[in-house]
Every structure is written in structure tokens, then in C-alpha cells.
């Protein structure tokens, strides 16, 4: 298990930026994929961006593809989301998520180690 704690959330205007932080104790393997998800009041968990810890390779969900940018920092174990151009649909608690065993990356089920999340709040 890697023990996962986000931070960087906060109340930020619409058209606004985010950075969400994402830090990994323990030691991170070469075949980690690290996920973002998030999830609004009355709404089910939904998948936001990850990247591959060795490659880097990314893929984003369609709401916040060349608005958010997902990256990781192999020294410091720490991955990070970007957020621009912030929207009040944005608004959702934002969740880390890591996994060794994933077949679909953008599937919640697949990701066996969670933080406890950060709360996002946009304002129109």
C-alpha cells in the first residue's frame, strides 16, 4: 500500500488556476499509475487525468482535456495536477489514486490506494 495525501484545494474564481499536489510515502514502483478522480455532491466518483509513473504517459477525461494537466516528480514522489481555466463545474472533492494492477486506468475499481481528498470550490 502507499499511503497517499493531496493538498493544494481550495475556493478559487471561474477562469481561475488550481494546483493540486498529490504526495506518495514509500517507495513508488516503476509500473504505478497515478489517477486523479473527483466527485461532486449528489454525483458518482468520476475519472479526471492519471499518468504512468515510469513513461509519464498521461490521458485526460473530455471535460478537462487542455485545461488540466497531470505530472509527476520522481524524486519527490509527488504527482500534480494543474488546473486552468476553472469552471463551476469543476467544483468536487479531488481525489489521488494509485494502483500497480490497473487494466482501465479510467475505472475507480482499479486503484487499490486512495488519499483522503481535497476540496475544490469554483465560484461563477
Known amino acids: 500500500q502507499v499511503p497517499l495525501v493531496e493538498s493544494g484545494g481550495g475556493l478559487v474564481q471561474a477562469g481561475g488556476s488550481l494546483r493540486l499536489s498529490c504526495a506518495a510515502s514509500?517507495?513508488?514502483?516503476?509500473?504505478?499509475?497515478m489517477g486523479w478522480f473527483r466527485q461532486a455532491p449528489g454525483k458518482e466518483r468520476e475519472f479526471v487525468a492519471c499518468?504512468?509513473?515510469?513513461?509519464?504517459?498521461?490521458d485526460y477525461a473530455d471535460s478537462v482535456k487542455g485545461r488540466f494537466t497531470i505530472s509527476r516528480d520522481n524524486v519527490k514522489n509527488t504527482v500534480y495536477l494543474q488546473m486552468n481555466r476553472l469552471k463551476p463545474e469543476d467544483t468536487a472533492v479531488y481525489y489521488c489514486?494509485?494502483?500497480?494492477?490497473?487494466?482501465?486506468?479510467?475505472?475507480?475499481?482499479?486503484?487499490?490506494?486512495w488519499g483522503q481528498g481535497t476540496q475544490v470550490t469554483v465560484s461563477s
Open positions: 499518468i504512468t509513473w515510469a513513461a509519464g504517459n498521461t
Open positions: 514509500g517507495r513508488i514502483f516503476s509500473d504505478y499509475v
Open positions: 489514486a494509485a494502483s500497480l494492477r490497473v487494466q482501465n486506468w479510467r475505472r475507480d475499481q482499479d486503484y487499490d490506494d
